[in-house]
């Protein structure tokens, strides 16, 4: 690439990373026209060019690709255990619609672990749970640990919160000081249940709004309690009311906690809740659930 004007050599090496193949809707899925694996992983030894032969489909190579696939077999491969650790993390950070970063950020924290090699005999499926819960929050993007627990191959509440408290430890012991995790807001999980909820966009802005307002009192409730609340609130004061079981399972936060989060949030409704969105008339009519 040249410049027209004073002939600077402005790059010298053009790479085309778009696909050098084009796909038709009539041809077959099975034929991969791909000649490249994928990219490299700095977190491994070989930094993932590995090969590996893959069992034969026919029957003209069994033998050769058997006595390959046997050779393969016997040679010790250290970064097995990583490789697996990385695709069920990258399968639970699917499922949760998380961003390649986060991703990448778990990885992270789990090589950290398993480098110091005294996660040996604990559940691996909570502590690579809990690797996400912690990237998510790293990463301002945290996710509650129902939604990673749905996630999580069976890994329980409790665990993954073991699991976490562990990892924080050892990373702090690697480290020589504290693990930065990132302060959680009601407003953080505000977007994803009002989507799971279905709420109109002037509806959401209420809830965001009120979730905004409420950051100034002091109201002793977990964030997700006090999204819950809110959503519940502004819900009851639309059109599209909904019942406190919805809110419930869209939010994963339990009905009686959903109440009294309720109660707390009542005294300062007229300062919280939006002018725009419901006046004093519509508050004092407001039921509790």
Same mark, same amino acid.
């Given at each position: 690439m040249v410049c027209s004007e004073c002939g600077l050599v402005l790059e010298s090496h053009s790479i085309d990373e778009t696909s050098e193949w084009r796909t038709f809707a009539n041809e077959s899925g099975d034929n991969d026209p791909v000649r490249v694996g994928g990219p490299t992983n700095p977190l491994l030894s070989d930094g993932g060019l590995s090969t590996v032969i893959s069992k034969p489909n026919g029957t003209t190579s069994d033998f050769l690709t058997s006595s390959l696939g046997r050779w393969q077999s016997r040679g010790s491969n250290s970064d097995r255990s990583l490789i697996l650790a990385?695709?069920?993390?990258?399968?639970?950070? &699917? !499922? *949760?619609?998380?961003?390649?970063?986060? +991703? &990448?950020?778990? /990885? #992270?924290?789990?090589?950290?672990? #398993?480098?110091? +090699?005294?996660? !040996?005999?604990? /559940?691996? &499926?909570?502590? *690579?749970?809990?690797?996400?819960?912690?990237?998510?929050?790293? #990463? &301002? +993007?945290?996710?509650t640990v129902k939604e990673i627990c749905s996630v999580a191959n069976g890994a329980t509440k409790k665990e993954i919160g073991r699991a976490k408290e562990y990892i924080v430890k050892q990373l702090e012991l690697e480290m020589g000081q504290s693990v930065e995790m990132g302060t959680i807001h009601a407003g953080d999980f505000m977007r994803r249940f009002c989507s799971n909820l279905g709420m109109t966009n002037q509806t959401v802005k209420a809830a965001q709004e009120a979730v905004k307002k409420s950051e100034e009192f002091d109201i002793r409730r977990s964030p997700i309690s006090i999204a819950a609340a809110v959503i519940y609130i502004v819900t009851q004061l639309s059109d599209d009311k909904k019942p406190v079981k919805d809110v419930s399972l869209a939010t994963g936060v339990a009905e009686g906690t959903i109440r009294n989060s309720f109660k707390d949030l009542y005294p300062y409704l007229s300062k919280i809740i939006p002018s725009w969105y419901a006046q004093g008339q519509d508050l004092k009519n407001l039921s509790s659930p």
């Amino acid at each position: 690439m040249v410049c027209s004007e004073c002939g600077l050599v402005l790059e010298s090496h053009s790479i085309d990373e778009t696909s050098e193949w084009r796909t038709f809707a009539n041809e077959s899925g099975d034929n991969d026209p791909v000649r490249v694996g994928g990219p490299t992983n700095p977190l491994l030894s070989d930094g993932g060019l590995s090969t590996v032969i893959s069992k034969p489909n026919g029957t003209t190579s069994d033998f050769l690709t058997s006595s390959l696939g046997r050779w393969q077999s016997r040679g010790s491969n250290s970064d097995r255990s990583l490789i697996l650790a990385f695709k069920a993390i990258g399968v639970m950070s &699917d !499922r *949760l619609g998380l961003v390649a970063t986060i +991703k &990448d950020r778990a /990885n #992270e924290i789990y090589k950290k672990v #398993e480098d110091q +090699k005294s996660s !040996r005999g604990r /559940n691996q &499926d909570a502590i *690579l749970a809990a690797c996400l819960y912690i990237a998510c929050r790293q #990463e &301002d +993007k945290p996710r509650t640990v129902k939604e990673i627990c749905s996630v999580a191959n069976g890994a329980t509440k409790k665990e993954i919160g073991r699991a976490k408290e562990y990892i924080v430890k050892q990373l702090e012991l690697e480290m020589g000081q504290s693990v930065e995790m990132g302060t959680i807001h009601a407003g953080d999980f505000m977007r994803r249940f009002c989507s799971n909820l279905g709420m109109t966009n002037q509806t959401v802005k209420a809830a965001q709004e009120a979730v905004k307002k409420s950051e100034e009192f002091d109201i002793r409730r977990s964030p997700i309690s006090i999204a819950a609340a809110v959503i519940y609130i502004v819900t009851q004061l639309s059109d599209d009311k909904k019942p406190v079981k919805d809110v419930s399972l869209a939010t994963g936060v339990a009905e009686g906690t959903i109440r009294n989060s309720f109660k707390d949030l009542y005294p300062y409704l007229s300062k919280i809740i939006p002018s725009w969105y419901a006046q004093g008339q519509d508050l004092k009519n407001l039921s509790s659930p």
